[in-house]
């Protein structure tokens, strides 16, 4: 489903948008962001962007943006409450006035959107990107009361309700969501310009990997949900029972060093590459031979819809909710695991789909040329009262 129905029709001036994210890093949130400015018809809609974060700092992304006429604004950090706040209301003040404010954060949105909302923004939207609902229900009573006053600011200032699935709209919107109601939303992907297919031998030279080893891949920020640990134990497994394998790690984050130790513990230094943020994903996806992702939870992986779209097997927790009647895409050889510490399962699956090989990139309804469009013409239409 996309945001909106089709209309052709070009506002008088362009639609004013800013948009609220936690960094400009390369992750899927993110990388989507820059898609959509990439695509996106200035004459129709101007749009900035507000990084919100406990730590800001200048994302790779942020030199590319700029240099399509994007406005960055750095927020102070927001655990100083009262200062974030009052930079925020000056930033609403100052580079307004916004028809739209879109965030994509998650619970801290509540709180933006309602300073949003007495700002006198009209359009206030919140599009939920994860499911955080197993943490949320562990909560301690502090993160707890947190949870209920974001909840409730954002009750009572969004104007539209967006997830990108079902799972994500119960995480931020409650498992009452589908009454509210919430639009289950296609982001899209560079979906031609990834299947489109690439030499890849100089990259397996740049990599120095061995003929006929098999590369495993996972595209995930080094953070502890995406649940690195346990991928490592599974390619330990693999190694005991099958023999080597390369496992392409691609991202950057906070758990670099403690997953570099446990590659030093296990023995897989020869066989495991730390590759970092980069820029060639699209490469390293037609370099692999089976895509793996262990997260504890997601709200929709793009990457493993690249992954999918490039014809790659896949292995994926059950915390990756795709289902088999997504009419976006459809799965090809995906096998879902439960997360219960046994390495053992997802080993014998991995050596099945590696036998089975990869697939011809199969049809989707997932590019991203046409989702910008449709956000466009939903601002369009938002902005005007008509949706």
Request: charged content about 20%.
């Given at each position: 489903?996309?945001?909106?129905?089709?209309?052709?029709?070009?506002?008088?001036?362009?639609?004013?948008?800013?948009?609220?994210?936690?960094?400009?890093?390369?992750?899927?949130?993110?990388?989507?962001?820059?898609?959509?400015?990439?695509?996106?018809?200035?004459?129709?809609?101007?749009?900035?962007?507000?990084?919100?974060?406990?730590?800001?700092?200048?994302?790779?992304?942020?030199?590319?943006?700029?240099?399509?006429?994007?406005?960055?604004?750095?927020?102070?950090?927001?655990?100083?409450?009262?200062?974030?706040?009052?930079?925020?209301?000056?930033?609403?003040?100052?580079?307004?006035?916004?028809?739209?404010?879109?965030?994509?954060?998650?619970?801290?949105?509540?709180?933006?959107?309602?300073?949003?909302?007495?700002?006198?923004?009209?359009?206030?939207?919140?599009?939920?990107?994860?499911?955080?609902?197993?943490?949320?229900?562990?909560?301690?009573?502090?993160?707890?009361?947190?949870?209920?006053?974001?909840?409730?600011?954002?009750?009572?200032?969004?104007?539209?309700?967006?997830?990108?699935?079902?799972?994500?709209?119960?995480?931020?919107?409650?498992?009452?969501?589908?009454?509210?109601?919430?639009?289950?939303?296609?982001?899209?992907?560079?979906?031609?310009?990834?299947?489109?297919?690439?030499?890849?031998?100089?990259?397996?030279?740049?990599?120095?990997?061995?003929?006929?080893?098999?590369?495993l891949g996972c595209v995930a920020q080094l953070r502890p949900e995406k649940n690195?640990?346990?991928?490592?134990?599974?390619?330990?497994?693999?190694?005991?029972?099958?023999?080597?394998?390369?496992?392409?790690?691609?991202?950057?984050?906070?758990?670099?060093?403690?997953?570099?130790?446990?590659?030093?513990?296990?023995?897989?230094?020869?066989?495991?590459?730390?590759?970092?943020?980069?820029?060639?994903?699209?490469?390293?996806l037609w370099l692999m031979d089976a895509f793996l992702l262990t997260s504890k939870?997601?709200?929709?992986?793009?990457?493993?819809?690249?992954?999918?779209?490039?014809?790659?097997?896949?292995?994926?927790?059950?915390?990756?909710?795709?289902?088999?009647?997504?009419?976006?895409?459809?799965?090809?050889?995906v096998v879902r695991l439960p997360l219960n510490g046994d390495p053992a399962p997802?080993?014998?699956?991995?050596?099945?789909?590696?036998?089975?090989?990869?697939?011809?990139?199969?049809?989707?309804?997932?590019?991203?040329?046409?989702?910008?469009?449709?956000?466009?013409?939903?601002?369009?239409?938002?902005?005007?009262?008509?949706?």
């Amino acid at each position: 489903m996309s945001f909106a129905s089709t209309s052709s029709v070009l506002p008088q001036r362009p639609v004013r948008v800013l948009h609220l994210t936690g960094n400009l890093d390369r992750g899927g949130i993110e990388t989507w962001l820059v898609n959509v400015f990439r695509r996106a018809d200035p004459a129709a809609v101007q749009m900035d962007v507000l990084v919100a974060s406990p730590a800001p700092h200048t994302g790779v992304y942020e030199a590319e943006l700029r240099d399509l006429g994007v406005r960055i604004i750095h927020a102070p950090p927001s655990g100083n409450l009262p200062q974030f706040v009052q930079a925020y209301r000056r930033v609403l003040r100052e580079y307004g006035p916004y028809d739209v404010v879109h965030s994509h954060i998650h619970h801290f949105g509540g709180l933006l959107l309602l300073l949003s909302r007495l700002a006198g923004v009209p359009v206030r939207v919140a599009t939920s990107h994860t499911d955080t609902s197993q943490a949320d229900q562990q909560a301690g009573r502090g993160r707890a009361a947190y949870l209920r006053a974001m909840r409730a600011a954002l009750q009572g200032s969004v104007t539209h309700r967006t997830a990108v699935s079902q799972a994500a709209a119960s995480a931020l919107f409650g498992p009452d969501w589908a009454s509210q109601p919430v639009q289950i939303i296609t982001l899209g992907i560079d979906l031609a310009g990834l299947q489109t297919p690439r030499p890849v031998q100089g990259l397996r030279d740049e990599l120095g990997l061995q003929p006929g080893v098999p590369v495993l891949g996972c595209v995930a920020q080094l953070r502890p949900e995406k649940n690195h640990m346990f991928l490592l134990d599974v390619l330990a497994e693999h190694v005991r029972r099958q023999g080597p394998a390369y496992l392409l790690l691609v991202g950057e984050g906070d758990e670099r060093s403690a997953i570099e130790a446990r590659v030093a513990e296990l023995g897989l230094q020869p066989w495991v590459k730390l590759l970092g943020s980069r820029p060639d994903v699209a490469e390293l996806l037609w370099l692999m031979d089976a895509f793996l992702l262990t997260s504890k939870f997601e709200g929709l992986s793009l990457a493993f819809i690249e992954a999918q779209a490039v014809g790659l097997p896949c292995i994926v927790s059950t915390g990756v909710p795709v289902t088999s009647d997504d009419r976006r895409f459809p799965l090809i050889d995906v096998v879902r695991l439960p997360l219960n510490g046994d390495p053992a399962p997802w080993a014998d699956a991995l050596a099945a789909v590696l036998e089975r090989g990869r697939h011809d990139p199969p049809r989707m309804d997932f590019e991203v040329a046409e989702t910008t469009r449709e956000l466009t013409e939903f601002y369009i239409r938002a902005s005007r009262g008509e949706v």
